[in-house]
């Protein structure tokens, strides 16, 4: 087989990535290692940026979007009873759209068939190869072939594609946290109509949503922690009791999913070697407190296929030369918005009483400043590309 760009990985990255190649009539075909049905059900993120709902307008694949996304206008920042509202609308100008990930990723698997975009599902034992050659290629289960003229690693933290690049190249920056977030999903309507970030005593809280009868909550628990430690009922009480005044007025039902995810700080540079080129998780992690991971492989994939465009429609290779101080730029930022807000809103189990009290300042800071909510706000809608 042959094509012109091959992509790894069927996430966020990949499928926008070969969308928005095959819209503009170059050749990609996508190897992915999982099911299309343990893909389609994986529970991931939910908040999108207008850099991303901006991509799926412009491909058209918009539909579910436009009749089911939320449109939200602020989110509050919780300390004890006091909630600060940051009203991103009136901040920026902008909002953002509460769409499950799951959903996007759904839409796009959904359109591919019609838009020549070939999914190869259960691609076992990818390995790259020649990557730094004007002919690398990738194989896969018992020796099949791809020979491509460019490699996107879009395979996630754990995918291959980083450990591609040379030794003697990859720099890579890392900071892990000593707590996860224990998620649980629920047919239960929200207990607020915005989101809630919540720095308790006993640890941070988030109540999130997927629509008006699907709610989504978040606890800080520390590393390690065990999930039958935690039944259903002990993560309700505890979510009313860090989630504030919001708390109250929570619904509690069964749940649908329950998973708990560690949290890092990531960043691989550069984000190309020769013919591969790195995009979303597997360049780059963030903690999900500013809901700018899936966000991030949408900018990166936007970067990535206009040089690819750019060189396939115009024969210019400047963009592609670009790539990676250009996405780099924007992750970095990214980096030190999901850093800084995981920092002020979790208990970190090395800080005292004055680390405690820091964070309540800096919260009543917030409160009181239309400056320090505006640099929130505009992080938090997303950077311009
Ligand atoms: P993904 O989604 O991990 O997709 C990578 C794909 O590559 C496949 N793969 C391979 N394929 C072939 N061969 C191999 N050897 C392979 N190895 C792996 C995998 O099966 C997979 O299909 O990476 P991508 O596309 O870069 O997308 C990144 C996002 O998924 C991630 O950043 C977000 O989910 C992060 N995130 C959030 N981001 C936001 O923008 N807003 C949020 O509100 C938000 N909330 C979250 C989050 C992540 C969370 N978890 C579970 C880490 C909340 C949580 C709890
Ligand atoms: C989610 O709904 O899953 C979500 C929302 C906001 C975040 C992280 C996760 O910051």
């Known amino acids: 087989m042959k094509t012109q760009v091959a992509i790894i ?21 996508i190897l992915e290692r999982q099911s299309r049905a343990y893909v389609e059900a994986r529970i991931r993120a939910g908040v999108l940026e207008r850099t991303t709902t901006d991509l799926l307008h412009r491909l058209g694949i918009d ?37 499950g990930q799951t959903e996007v990723t759904r839409d796009l698997i959904a359109a591919a068939p019609e838009r020549g975009l070939d999914i190869i599902w259960e691609a076992g034992d990818v390995a790259l190869h020649d990557v730094d050659s004007s002919a690398p290629f990738l194989t896969w289960a018992d020796g099949q072939r791809l020979d491509t003229d460019f490699i996107a690693g879009c395979d996630g933290f754990h995918g291959p594609s980083r450990a591609a690049l040379p030794a003697a190249v990859q720099k890579s920056f890392e900071c892990v946290y000593p707590f996860g977030w224990l998620g649980i999903l629920a047919d239960v309507p929200p207990c607020d109509d915005e989101l809630i970030y919540a720095n308790h ?54 749940a649908l999913e329950k998973s708990i995810a560690p949290l890092r700080s990531f960043v691989c540079e550069p984000m190309q070697h020769g013919r591969l080129f790195l995009a979303g998780d597997c360049a780059h992690v963030v903690p999900p407190t500013g809901a700018k991971g899936l966000n991030l492989a949408a ?28 996405a780099a730029a924007r992750v970095w930022k990214a980096e030190r918005f999901s850093w800084q807000l995981t920092k002020l809103m979790h208990r970190f189990p090395e800080d005292g009483r004055f680390e405690r009290r820091m964070q309540l300042a800096e919260l009543d800071y917030i409160a009181g400043s239309v400056a320090a909510q505006t640099a929130i706000a505009e992080n938090y809608v997303g950077l311009p590309l």
């Open 9 to 29: 990985g069927a996430g966020p990255a990949g499928l926008l990535l070969g969308h928005l190649l095959r819209a503009a009539g170059v050749a990609c075909v």
């Open 299 to 326: 900018s990166d994939v936007a970067y990535l296929s206009a040089a690819l465009i750019g060189f396939y429609h115009d024969g210019d290779e400047a963009l592609l030369h670009g790539y990676s101080a250009r």
């Open 63 to 99: 539909a579910r979007l436009n009749a089911e996304g939320l449109p939200h206008h602020g989110f509050g920042l919780v300390d004890g009873e006091r909630t600060v509202r940051i009203d991103v609308a009136a901040l920026t100008g902008h909002a953002v759209t509460v769409y």
């Open 201 to 254: 005593d006993n640890g941070f809280a988030l109540a999130s949503m997927r629509s008006p009868t699907r709610s989504r909550y978040y606890i800080q628990v520390p590393d390690g922690e065990r999930m039958d430690n935690w039944p259903d009922d002990r993560l309700w009480d505890e979510l009313a009791l860090r989630l504030g005044p919001a708390g109250a007025r929570i619904v509690r039902g069964p």
